[in-house]
C-alpha cells in the first residue's frame, strides 16, 4: 500500500465524574471529574488511528496541515506538529495515531515497529496521593501483594519530615521484596501554581536521607533546566536522579544527556515530545547506560503509547502504571477503554496482541 490518505481528524471530548475525589499531589484542589479527549485520524482506506493523552485545544486551526497528506509520512507530520508546538500546543496524540494506523497497515504493533526489542515490561505503581505513614505502609503490602514489583511515592518538600516517614514505614514493611521510587514534583507546576521549587542545598538533602533508605531514584528534585543542581545530587548522594516528563523540546534533553545530569530519562511520548523524538531520546539514553522509562500519567491509551515506545526500544526496567486506589484505579483511569489495562501474574504489563497500539474503545466512545 503506497499511500493511505487522512481524510479527516476528528476530536471526542469526554468525561467521567469521580466521587469520592482525588487528591492529586501536583493539584491545588481535589479532582472531581477526569477528562479525556479522543483523537481519530480517518483515512481513505477506511483505516482509522485511535490516540490520545492531552487537552488537544486549539487543534482545530491546524488540521488542514494534515488533511489530504499521506498519513504514512510519519517523520514529514513529527516536523509539522513540532512548528505549531512553537506557536500553540502540543498536539502529540495525532502522531500517536498516526503510528496506529502504520501499525494496522502493517499489521504489526506500534512496539514492533519500534524496534520490538520487549514483549512486556515490569510495572511500578504510581501512586498519586500524598497518605500518611500508616497509610502508605498498608497500601505497599497491597500492591506486593497484588504482583507489583516497585512503586513510586510521592512527598511534598513543605511536609518533608512525614513524607521521610513515609517512605520509611513504606519500606520498613515490604523490605528489600520492592523498589520504591520518590518524586518531589518540583520540575514543574499546574497553570496558576508560581511556587518556586526548593534550592539545590535542600534537594541534596533529601536525597541524603532517601538514599539510606535504598531508594531507586528520585523523581524532579530540580528544574530540568538547573543542570549545576541537579548534577550535584547525583554526585552528593549517590542517587539516581529521574526528569524530563514534560520537557517540551528535544534540545533539553540534549542538555542534560551531554552534561549527563540524569540517571533516567522520562519524556511522556503524549505530553513531552512525542513517540518518535522519544524513541531518539531513548536509544540515546541507553548507549550511554542510563534508564528510559517515561511519565504516563494520561489515561489508558496513553500508557499504552508510552509502553509500546518503551518496550520497542527495550527501556524499563519499569513502566509507569498510575494507580493508588481508591482514589486512583484502572477503571478511572481508563474509563474510554472497553476494559482497564491490567498488570499480569508476573506484574508486568504486556503489548496488546493486536496491531498499532491495540487500544479497544468502549463502545459508547467510538
Not at 515490569?122 to 497509610?135: F, H, I, R, V
Not at 520498613?172 to 511556587?195: F, H, K, P, Q
Not at 538533602?205 to 549545576?228: G, M, S
Request: charged share 25%.
Amino acid at each position: 500500500m503506497s499511500r493511505v490518505e487522512i481524510t479527516n481528524i476528528r476530536l471526542k471530548r469526554i468525561e467521567t465524574k469521580l466521587d469520592p475525589p482525588f487528591h492529586a499531589a501536583w493539584d491545588p484542589v481535589p479532582r472531581r471529574s477526569f477528562e479525556a479527549t479522543l483523537v481519530f485520524v480517518d483515512t481513505d482506506e477506511g483505516i482509522t488511528g485511535v490516540a490520545s493523552g492531552d487537552t488537544m485545544s486549539g487543534f482545530e486551526e491546524y488540521e488542514h496541515l494534515f488533511v489530504g497528506k499521506d498519513s504514512l509520512r510519519i517523520s514529514r507530520h513529527v516536523r509539522t506538529l513540532e512548528t505549531i508546538a512553537l506557536h500553540a500546543g502540543k498536539f502529540w496524540p495525532v502522531e500517536a495515531a498516526l503510528w496506529d494506523i502504520l501499525g494496522k497497515v502493517a499489521g504489526q504493533s506500534v512496539a514492533t515497529l519500534f524496534g520490538g526489542s520487549e514483549e512486556k515490561i515490569p510495572a511500578y505503581a504510581s501512586c498519586g496521593e500524598l497518605k500518611p505513614p500508616e497509610e502508605r505502609a498498608e497500601s505497599a503490602l497491597a500492591l506486593r501483594e497484588e504482583g507489583f514489583r516497585a512503586m513510586k511515592i510521592r512527598i511534598a518538600p513543605n511536609r518533608l519530615e512525614e513524607g521521610i516517614k513515609t517512605v520509611e514505614a513504606a519500606r520498613g514493611a515490604v523490605g528489600d521484596t520492592m523498589e520504591i521510587m520518590v518524586d518531589l514534583n518540583e520540575a514543574w507546576r499546574m497553570a496558576g501554581d508560581t511556587s518556586r521549587s526548593i534550592d539545590p542545598k535542600a534537594a541534596r538533602d533529601i536525597a541524603e536521607r532517601l538514599e539510606e533508605l535504598d531508594v531507586f531514584w528520585l523523581e524532579e528534585p530540580l528544574p530540568l533546566t538547573d543542570i549545576e543542581g541537579l548534577r550535584s545530587i547525583r554526585a552528593g548522594s549517590g542517587m539516581r536522579v529521574a526528569g524530563g516528563e514534560m520537557s517540551r523540546t528535544t534540545s533539553e534533553l540534549f542538555a542534560c544527556l551531554e552534561a549527563d545530569t540524569l540517571d533516567v530519562y522520562q519524556p511522556d511520548v503524549l505530553v513531552s515530545i512525542g513517540m518518535t523524538r522519544s524513541r531518539t531520546i531513548a536509544e540515546l539514553a541507553l548507549a550511554k547506560n542510563r534508564l528510559f522509562t517515561p511519565h504516563t500519567w494520561t489515561n489508558g491509551v496513553g500508557v499504552l503509547a508510552n509502553l509500546h515506545v518503551t518496550a520497542g526500544v527495550g527501556g524499563g526496567p519499569f513502566i509507569e502504571f498510575p494507580y493508588d486506589p481508591p482514589g486512583w484505579t484502572p477503571e478511572r483511569r481508563d474509563f474510554m477503554l472497553a476494559e482497564p489495562l491490567k498488570i499480569d501474574d508476573e506484574g508486568c504489563l504486556a503489548i496488546p496482541g493486536l496491531p498499532g497500539l491495540g487500544a479497544i474503545l468502549d463502545e459508547k466512545y467510538s
